[in-house]
């Protein structure tokens, strides 16, 4: 794609970033169910922290009811986020649902391509078509897939330019999607130097101190009864398997036991951050061990959807060089219709759910296969080029 078309491509999403705030805050002009995305779920949140009543997004019969009476919808989803994500909510709350939304998704969208710009422009025009799908259901749900990205992206610029302080410090924001940071949180161990391990704990704990004196140390435990009630729901089949992308969706969707999928998840998790912390040991480039590191988070929680996936572009980014000299043709191919698989098969099962009947429940989790392969052909690739290197 010439940069062009990949500009025009943005601009279509701003376009699309538009249109979906008008469809959150005006769900009756769409004919839509009133929670017809991810982030009014967001927002309520925000607004439960407003009125000082945050414990109850964590107690899942209590912000049922909050959900049903705010928005008269049947549809209801668990809050498992850390609490220090609920501080920067309690901001977007303040506006209505359709410009929270916009003023959200459309920051995180900005922060996504201006880091992603900066970590290679080259890179960024090849990556961004293969996880376009990715992207889409991030506008469409109002998710923070943007968000993680983005900085994960600005964590590795500043990373390869030895600004470990400031690494430091955007490392420690990410720990509110602490599944997908900790492979790069064992990277900074391993490679990152004390500045910035220290300033990545020095975040953490600030972001913490400010969670509890905002909300009080109950909120701990109810966090954690929250992770507990998700889990009940997770092994009991209640989630929609075929919009999720790990091993545990994968197998479990074919008819393994949860208790056998979990199982093959722990050791596929287990496997990928062995590899990053091998090659961190044995002196890999940091490019290349920062890509194991995001590639290894999007494996270790059973519990992962598709706009996750916007991680893989800052990851192929980094590893762009490799894969463009390691690969041949035929296996690039099979890179690219991996990643269109893993980022792609939720947002056609969301598109077509009433098409397919059951909306998505009862479907192979077929996006965990793609991120399968992905991950393996991008270890092929850095393996050769550190090989030859």
Request: aromatic share 12%.
């Amino acid at each position: 794609m010439s940069q062009r078309s990949l500009f025009m491509v943005l601009g279509l999403l701003v376009a699309l970033i538009g249109l979906t705030a008008l469809r959150i805050g005006l769900p009756e002009l769409f004919g839509v169910d009133e929670v017809s995305a991810d982030y009014m779920i967001f927002h309520q949140v925000g607004e439960l922290a407003n009125l000082g009543r945050i414990a109850e997004a964590y107690d899942a019969p209590a912000f049922m009811g909050y959900q049903a009476s705010r928005t008269d919808s049947a549809v209801f989803m668990t809050w498992t986020y850390p609490p220090h994500f609920n501080l920067p909510l309690q901001g977007f709350a303040l506006f209505g649902v359709g410009w929270g939304y916009l003023l959200f998704t459309g920051s995180s969208f900005a922060l996504f391509v201006w880091s992603m710009m900066r970590l290679s422009q080259d890179a960024t025009t090849w990556v961004l078509p293969l996880v376009l799908p990715a992207l889409v259901i991030n506008l469409l749900t109002g998710q923070n897939g943007f968000l993680t990205a983005g900085l994960m992206a600005l964590f590795a610029r500043l990373s390869l330019t030895e600004q470990r302080g400031k690494a430091g410090f955007v490392l420690g924001l990410l720990t509110y999607k602490p599944h997908l940071g900790l492979g790069l949180g064992l990277a900074a161990l391993l490679r990152g130097g004390w500045r910035m391990v220290a300033m990545a704990t020095l975040t953490l704990l600030v972001l913490l101190l400010l969670a509890t004196f905002l909300y009080g140390s109950g909120i701990w435990s109810a966090f954690r009864n929250s992770v507990s009630t998700s889990g009940t729901i997770l092994e009991a089949g209640e989630y929609k398997l075929a919009r999720m992308i790990t091993p545990f969706a994968l197998f479990s969707s074919v008819g393994l036991a949860p208790s056998l999928a979990i199982l093959f998840h722990g050791g596929f998790a287990l496997l990928g951050l062995l590899t990053l912390a091998w090659a961190a040991l044995k002196g890999w480039q940091l490019r290349h061990v920062i890509v194991l590191a995001i590639l290894s988070g999007t494996t270790l929680s059973p519990y992962a959807y598709d706009y996750d996936l916007c991680v893989l572009a800052p990851a192929l980014a980094l590893a762009y060089q490799a894969i463009k000299t390691e690969l041949t043709v035929t296996l690039r191919a099979v890179l690219a219709a991996s990643l269109l698989l893993a980022t792609g098969y939720g947002l056609t099962t969301a598109l077509f759910a009433g098409a397919l009947g059951d909306a998505g429940f009862g479907l192979p989790a077929l996006a965990g296969l793609g991120l399968i392969l992905t991950i393996g052909l991008t270890f092929d690739a850095i393996r050769r080029f550190e090989a030859n290197a």
